[in-house]
């Protein structure tokens, strides 16, 4: 099996080529990566002389790059996680989200297509589109889309066009709407890993609103394990929501944080709430268990003390990334291969 995975550098797509190699001992990856802020090579050191993984730095909005490692290449599967994800970035400018989320999904779609109609075509996507909840409910796969954020928008916009391709052309697509997922290798933007670092270093955390928004936490092996299940028994042009059945207020998040490294709640800073802010995400995840036997693998209570002692250990990581000195690794590893 040939698969190629878009996004693989980042945070859950990185988590699931490791997941993958170890999992899939016969298939092949080709990770396609333009490399962004959020693309950090470090995650998959060692990886480099793995006869069965390749990386090729490219855009996703780049049609002739796309089209000809797809040529190059012919993937069986394709499994598409590259996006700009941070809803923050996405209000403050909303173009990088456009070209890459709307616009490279449509390159991709079509690049599979000349390939032929069976190219499993695994779009992932994000609860996200669905819009924010009340107190009660929760998302299923017929929620009808209310994006709230530039980012949320671009995503649904994207999953148009996935569902588009099935509808028109018979493309072999499934798509995915996974809840927040929190693990390793995550930019230290987003809500846990900004809280662990901020807190190690006695920083103040900033918490939104009144921190009494709701997120469903995933761990990021968990979407791994679902996005392999529907790759493999998913039906084409059918919708899974992936979550952890995990509602949790985020100023509790970081209470959590903050008692696991003893540090005092005193750091907490509420600051002012983030524009349209969806109040309450909880996916209804019955469908991929019921139809595809998926269900996740790890407890919130034990998965998140796991996750910041992984910060905690791999603090040069952090470091790293805060100093921008993980952008050297592409170059050291494959620039000299590239000139010669
Ligand atoms: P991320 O921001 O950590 O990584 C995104 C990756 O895509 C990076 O490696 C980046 O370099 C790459 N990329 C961006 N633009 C590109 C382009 N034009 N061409 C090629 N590569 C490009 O994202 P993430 O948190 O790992 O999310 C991965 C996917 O999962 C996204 O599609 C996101 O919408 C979705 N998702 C994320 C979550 C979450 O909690 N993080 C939950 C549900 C769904
Ligand atoms: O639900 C899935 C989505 O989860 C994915 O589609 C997105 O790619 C991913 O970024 C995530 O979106 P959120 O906006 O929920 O994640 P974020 O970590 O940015 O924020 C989580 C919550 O914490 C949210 O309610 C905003 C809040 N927050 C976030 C940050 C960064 C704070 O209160 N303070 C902060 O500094």
Redesign the pocket.
């Known amino acids: 099996m040939r698969v190629l995975i878009?996004?693989?550098?980042?945070?859950?797509?990185?988590n699931l080529v490791h997941y993958l190699i170890r999992e899939r001992p016969d298939w092949e990856l080709v990770n396609?990566?333009?490399?962004?802020?959020?693309?950090?090579l470090e995650n998959l050191a060692g990886l480099e002389s793995n006869p069965r993984y390749t990386f090729v730095k490219?855009?996703?909005?780049d049609g002739d790059a796309v089209r000809a490692i797809f040529a190059e290449h012919k993937p069986d599967v394709v499994l598409?996680?590259?996006?700009?994800?941070?809803v923050d970035r996405s209000i403050l400018d909303s173009s990088?989200f456009i070209?890459?989320?709307v616009l490279?999904t449509q390159v991709l779609l079509d690049a599979a297509r000349s390939l032929g109609t069976d190219t499993r075509f695994v779009h992932?996507?994000?609860?996200?589109v669905y819009g924010t909840l009340g107190a009660d409910g929760k998302f299923t796969e017929s929620t009808p889309l209310a994006p709230n954020s530039p980012y949320s928008a671009s995503?649904a916009g994207s999953d148009c066009l996935v569902r588009a391709a099935h509808e028109t052309f018979g493309m072999n697509t499934v798509i995915t709407?996974?809840?927040?997922?929190?693990g390793p290798f995550?930019?230290p933007e987003?809500l846990i890993p900004l809280m662990i670092a901020n807190a190690r270093a006695d920083k103040d955390l900033p918490v939104y609103g009144d921190g009494m928004q709701v997120r469903d936490w995933l761990y990021v092996e968990d979407?791994c394990s679902a996005l392999l299940t529907v790759l493999e028994k998913g039906t084409a042009g059918e919708v899974y929501n992936i979550g952890g059945n995990n509602e949790w207020p985020n100023i509790e998040v970081v209470r959590l944080i903050l008692k696991h490294l003893d540090k005092p709640e005193s750091l907490i800073r509420y600051v002012q709430d983030r524009p349209g802010h969806d109040r309450r995400y909880a996916i209804d995840a019955s469908k991929i268990h019921r139809e595809l036997g998926w269900r996740p693998a790890y407890r919130f209570e034990t998965a998140l003390p796991a996750t910041i002692e992984w910060y905690l250990e791999h603090g040069e990581w952090v470091e790293r990334v805060q100093t921008g000195r993980y952008q050297e690794y592409y170059e050291n590893q494959y620039g000299s291969r590239l000139s010669s």
């Open positions: 878009t996004g693989g550098a980042g945070f859950i797509g990185s396609l990566d333009v490399l962004t802020y959020a693309g950090n490219a855009d996703i909005t598409h996680l590259a996006a700009e994800s941070h990088a070209r890459t989320n490279g992932v996507s994000t609860d996200e995503k709407r996974c809840s927040n997922n929190y995550q930019f987003k979407h």
